[in-house]
């Protein structure tokens, strides 16, 4: 396992945040896991971001965020891994605590998705792809989520309404996540009923883009026990990669990266699927929600989807999923969704989690992916 550790968290709500820059969503964050950790200086800031340059016409968000947040003067840079480069940030500041090089580690997840609507969107999301052999073609990452549920139906014969019990599972906590984008309850009724975005893809299989801002901070483990009064564990953090394209892949329904990231992590912690209590993976489309799950151990290929079904993901389920809404009800603020799950995961281990809490919480999972799958990463929380 690493020897580092979160003493403090914070985040926004998840919402069209148009009145809001993005460096005001990042020093919100910012200043809540400042208070929580009772500190008021860091050395080192990571800012996980996707889409700043594009949507926001903002680059340069490390030394812009750093000033802002008064900490002017600090190492700062910005990290970028499309949807995953909020969990990317967190990886690299284990990476420089770990090494005894930084002390204290600050990693914000940021993003402005809605002050633009429409095309420039669609084509920002797209950036997560292969630009030459994908977006240049015309897929768009709804696109990308249609092919592989299509896939998915066709090989292990499910049908749509299949997957409504994610999006049912997802609107039901977050129904009971005040900071999240959508708090209304779903119907499986409702869910085969949706419109299409991408058939068949429709508006209750993906996640609503969002602005928002979550942030964490991480010392040393033994730094930590005299810092916080409840520190949580950083038991195992991994980065995969995959093909950026689909049609690279040997099997397209077979998230090698989560896999490979999942099992390496387990390993560094010391874990099983068995021991984990909650797993907060990246539903930005349903069919990713049971690749994960099939992907990281906890269902056979094809079975994914049956979890949802048998009512195994509610938060008194086998394996509890998306216990705040995920990111298809509290909302995908683009790269600073990975930021939100270690958040979540860290209100549950806490016992923080209100409405939302998972019984008994002392192991959860993160997983946050980039794409389709093309990056993942993964952290193993612990108390």
């Given amino acids: 396992?690493?020897?580092?550790?979160?003493?403090?968290?914070?985040?926004?709500?998840?919402?069209?945040?148009?009145?809001?820059?993005?460096?005001?969503?990042?020093?919100?964050?910012?200043?809540?896991?400042?208070?929580?950790?009772?500190?008021?200086?860091?050395?080192?800031?990571?800012?996980?971001?996707?889409?700043?340059?594009?949507?926001?016409?903002?680059?340069?968000?490390?030394?812009?965020?750093?000033?802002?947040?008064?900490?002017?003067?600090?190492?700062?840079?910005?990290?970028?891994?499309?949807?995953?480069?909020?969990?990317?940030?967190?990886?690299?500041?284990?990476?420089?605590?770990?090494?005894?090089?930084?002390?204290?580690?600050?990693?914000?997840?940021?993003?402005?998705?809605?002050?633009?609507?429409?095309?420039?969107?669609?084509?920002?999301?797209?950036?997560?792809?292969?630009?030459?052999?994908?977006?240049?073609?015309?897929?768009?990452?709804?696109?990308?989520?249609?092919?592989?549920?299509?896939?998915?139906?066709?090989?292990?014969?499910?049908?749509?309404?299949?997957?409504?019990?994610f999006s049912v599972n997802a609107h039901a906590n977050g129904a009971d996540n005040p900071l999240a984008m959508f708090r209304n309850r779903l119907k499986a009724e409702a869910f085969a009923k949706a419109s299409p975005i991408a058939t068949p893809v429709s508006l209750f299989d993906a996640a609503p883009a969002g602005d928002g801002a979550a942030a964490v901070i991480v010392v040393n483990s033994e730094k930590a026990m005299d810092m916080s009064p409840q520190p949580i564990r950083i038991l195992g953090s991994v980065l995969a990669t995959d093909t950026l394209a689909l049609h690279d892949r040997k099997n397209p329904l077979w998230l090698g990266a989560a896999e490979r990231s999942t099992q390496k992590a387990m390993v560094m912690a010391g874990v099983t699927p068995d021991d984990i209590d909650l797993f907060e993976l990246h539903d930005a489309f349903t069919v990713l929600a049971a690749l994960s799950l099939e992907a990281a151990g906890f269902a056979a290929p094809g079975e994914g989807w049956q979890l949802a079904r048998d009512g195994q993901i509610g938060r008194n389920g086998r394996i509890p999923i998306s216990t705040f809404g995920g990111l298809k009800a509290r909302g995908n603020p683009g790269g600073a969704t990975g930021m939100y799950q270690i958040v979540e995961v860290a209100r549950q281990l806490r016992g923080q989690a209100e409405a939302c809490q998972v019984p008994d919480a002392k192991i959860g999972m993160a997983q946050n992916l980039g794409g389709t799958g093309a990056t993942a990463v993964t952290h193993i929380l612990g108390i």
């Fill in 1 to 165: 396992m690493t020897n580092v550790s979160i003493i403090g968290i914070g985040c926004t709500a998840v919402n069209e945040h148009w009145d809001t820059s993005i460096r005001h969503l990042a020093w919100y964050a910012i200043e809540a896991a400042l208070d929580d950790a009772d500190i008021s200086k860091v050395d080192a800031l990571y800012v996980g971001n996707m889409l700043a340059g594009q949507l926001s016409a903002q680059n340069h968000l490390g030394a812009l965020v750093a000033d802002f947040a008064g900490l002017r003067g600090i190492e700062a840079v910005t990290v970028e891994a499309a949807d995953a480069s909020g969990g990317a940030a967190l990886r690299q500041a284990v990476l420089a605590v770990q090494s005894g090089l930084v002390e204290t580690a600050l990693v914000v997840g940021v993003e402005k998705m809605t002050d633009q609507t429409g095309s420039p969107i669609t084509a920002a999301l797209a950036t997560g792809l292969d630009a030459d052999y994908e977006a240049m073609q015309g897929l768009t990452a709804a696109g990308a989520g249609a092919l592989l549920m299509r896939r998915y139906m066709h090989e292990y014969g499910v049908s749509v309404p299949d997957f409504a019990g």
